[in-house]
């Protein structure tokens, strides 16, 4: 289901009550006015710049109103223009700035991550929610898969190193690559890579939902349509 972004109701209501609030003050001055110049002292008549003070100062606060809902409008429509850039993303694969992927009964978990120049061995550890390894996996310089200076995807099927079934959460995959003397390296960077299911508005602010995670869109680093990967499979 998607939810849509919250609108500017609340907002825009506030401002049509100032304004007819305005409107009724300034009604209610009017009145006054007529009668202090009908029923003034002509001996002693009111002071004109005493009135003219009062009315600017309406003028001012109408001013106002009317700058508040400028600016309701134009909120509102860059809320539409994002809600529109959001929705884009539904049913394409993103890879987003976070180490952590969910696991669902029967599901694959898919990250992507690149290793820095120079490495020569990595090693992948799976975490569970309470930072215990799950499962490890070894791997070095030549082996199927091992590339330096691009993106690379790994899937894992949510067991441990004795084949047993996990139970559904969230992992985390911790990625360490090393040089040819055993010297960890810096620069390697971990993504999850999931599909997007729906867009969700939570306390007025939009997210996307990858794969069972709620992500906020500034944490997309990349964006595939899903003939390019296969990444939303499992």
């Known amino acids: 289901m998607v939810t849509s972004v919250s609108s500017t109701t609340g907002t825009t209501t506030t401002t049509n009550s100032a304004s007819a609030a305005l409107a009724s003050d300034f009604d209610t001055f009017l ?8 029923n003034q002292d002509p001996t002693d008549p009111m002071d004109p710049n005493e009135f003219t003070e009062q009315l600017v ?8 109103i009317n700058m508040n809902s400028n600016l309701e409008t134009i909120i509102a429509q860059l ?3 994002q ?4 929705l884009g993303y539904i049913g394409k694969v993103v890879d987003v700035n976070s180490t952590e992927g969910k696991l669902v009964e029967g599901g694959t978990v898919f990250w992507s991550y690149e290793l820095p120049e120079g490495t020569t061995s990595v090693q992948y550890n799976i975490l569970d929610e309470d930072g215990n390894v799950m499962r490890t996996v070894n791997a070095a310089s030549g082996d199927d898969g091992f590339v330096t200076g691009s993106r690379i995807e790994i899937s894992w099927d949510g067991t ?8 559904a959460g969230t992992y985390t995959l911790q990625v360490t690559a090393k ?5 960890v390296l810096d620069g390697t960077k971990v993504y999850a890579r999931g599909y997007v299911e729906a ?3 939570i306390d007025g602010e939009q997210f996307l939902i990858v794969s069972g995670m ?3 869109p500034s944490d997309v680093v990349s964006v595939f349509a899903t003939s390019d990967t296969s990444s939303n499979e499992g």
Do not use: C
């Open 31 to 38: 009145t006054l006015l007529t009668m202090q110049l009908k």
């Open 214 to 216: 709620q992500v906020s």
């Open 179 to 183: 040089d040819a003397s055993g010297a």
């Open 83 to 86: 809600t529109s850039a959001n």
């Open 57 to 64: 100062q309406f003028s001012q606060v109408e001013q106002q």
């Open 160 to 167: 441990d190193a004795s084949g047993n079934v996990l139970e």
């Open 199 to 201: 867009v969700e508005t």
């Open 79 to 81: 809320q539409t223009q």
